[in-house]
Nanobody, 125 residues
Framework: QVQLRESGGGLVQAGGSLRLSCAAS????????MGWFRQAPGKEREFVAA????????IYADSVKGRFTISRDNAKKTAYLQMNSLKPDDTAVYYC??????????????????WGQGTQVTVSS
């Protein structure tokens, strides 16, 4: 059983930055892709970013491209989401997820096998 724990959420003003972390309990963390998703109140969960097992391939939702950066440190079994130029529309609960079956990352949430509990990000205008 893999456990994922997000941290780093909080309240920030528009234009500010936050860095989310996702720590994994699995000893096989380095072999699998990771993703970040978010869900705002009253909305469907949406894809934010994904990263391949090596960190060499990343994909982003159009809404965050150029502002957010996904990365990972396999030695620390941790994935990160650096969020810059935050907007009120970025307000949501952010979740990290691990995919055992896809080395390269995918925006499809159904592909992911394990999920964290989420961390709240609130961007004030």
């Amino acid at each position: 059983q893999v456990q994922l724990r997000e941290s780093g959420g909080g309240l920030v003003q528009a234009g500010g930055s936050l860095r989310l972390s996702c720590a994994a309990s699995s000893p096989y963390f380095s072999g699998y892709s990771m993703g970040w998703f978010r869900q705002a109140p009253g909305k469907e969960r949406e894809f934010v970013a994904a990263i391949s097992w090596s960190g060499g391939t990343t994909i982003y939702a159009d809404s965050v491209k150029g502002r957010f950066t996904i990365s990972r440190d396999n030695a620390k079994k941790t994935a990160y989401l650096q969020m810059n130029s935050l907007k009120p529309d970025d307000t949501a609960v952010y979740y990290c997820a691990l995919d055992y079956d896809n080395y390269y990352g995918t925006p499809n949430s159904d592909e992911y096998d394990y999920w964290g509990q989420g961390t709240q990000v609130t961007v004030s205008s």
